[in-house]
Antibody, heavy 118, light 110 residues
Framework: QVHLVESGGGVVQPGRSLRLSCAASGFYFSSYGMNWVRQAPGKGLQWVASTSFDGTTTYYEDSVKGRFTVPRDNSKNTVYLQLNNLRPEDTAVYYC???????????WGQGVLVTVSS | QSALNQPASVSGSPGQSITISCTGTSSDVGGYNFVSWYQQHPGKAPKLMIYDVSDRPSGVSNRFSGSKSGNTASLTISGLQAEDEADYYCSSYTDRSTYVFGTGTGVTVL
């Protein structure tokens, strides 16, 4: 069955960087686009970024453009979210989610908490 | 990209039907039949309930159904059960090749 496991979260100071990982199993990872979605404490879901199956095409939500990137390593069945120049408003649970060919996301990981605070 | 608009809360008694609306624009909901609905229980990851406006993934109860008219999509839960109490979010593909989520609706079973 499809399994997505995020890791790498924690507490980080404003302006610093963090890299999240999402390890995938149970499906042919190299054939699927992947997404990152976040949820601030007590708030709703917000799509953050996506990468195509081969990593050549990426898209970002406006508030993270230029600060976040979403590389992937198909040899390791892993997608990453590189978070740079973090701001307090980036504090959230970050989920990775499998893409359904631009028709939405289907499977989600359990999420990982990122707290940006001095 | 502004979030899709959903009512903050909807409630119903066991056995009743409720409908949650999701209003966007012609750049998202109205422009594509790529609307999804997710159920999220407290402290848990979202779960896909409806995709492509009205299709159900394997294993999701047929009490859940979806539809769309113009720029508004809807999720109907029939035969409301206690386990349906959760937050529900719609999502749509957009003309910027991104996704946008709804503001979320808390469903209460009275």
């Amino acid at each position: 069955q499809v399994h997505l496991v995020e890791s790498g979260g924690g507490v980080v100071q404003p302006g610093r960087s963090l890299r999240l990982s999402c390890a995938a199993s149970g499906f042919y990872f190299s054939s699927y686009g992947m997404n990152w979605v976040r949820q601030a404490p007590g708030k709703g879901l917000q799509w953050v970024a996506s990468t195509s199956f081969d990593g050549t095409t990426t898209y970002y939500e406006d508030s993270v453009k230029g600060r976040f990137t979403v590389p992937r390593d198909n040899s390791k069945n892993t997608v990453y979210l590189q978070l740079n120049n973090l701001r307090p408003e980036d504090t959230a649970v970050y989920y990775c989610a499998r893409d359904r060919l631009s028709r939405g996301v289907d499977y989600w990981g359990q999420g990982v908490l990122v707290t940006v605070s001095s | 990209q502004s979030a899709l608009n959903q009512p903050a809360s909807v409630s119903g008694s066991p056995g009743q039907s409720i409908t949650i609306s999701c209003t966007g624009t012609s750049s998202d909901v109205g422009g594509y039949n790529f609307v999804s609905w997710y159920q999220q229980h407290p402290g848990k990851a979202p779960k896909l309930m409806i995709y492509d406006v009205s299709d159900r993934p394997s294993g999701v109860s047929n009490r859940f159904s979806g539809s769309k008219s113009g720029n508004t999509a809807s999720l109907t839960i029939s035969g409301l059960q206690a386990e349906d109490e959760a937050d529900y979010y719609c999502s749509s593909y957009t003309d910027r090749s991104t996704y946008v989520f709804g503001t979320g609706t808390g469903v209460t079973v009275l």
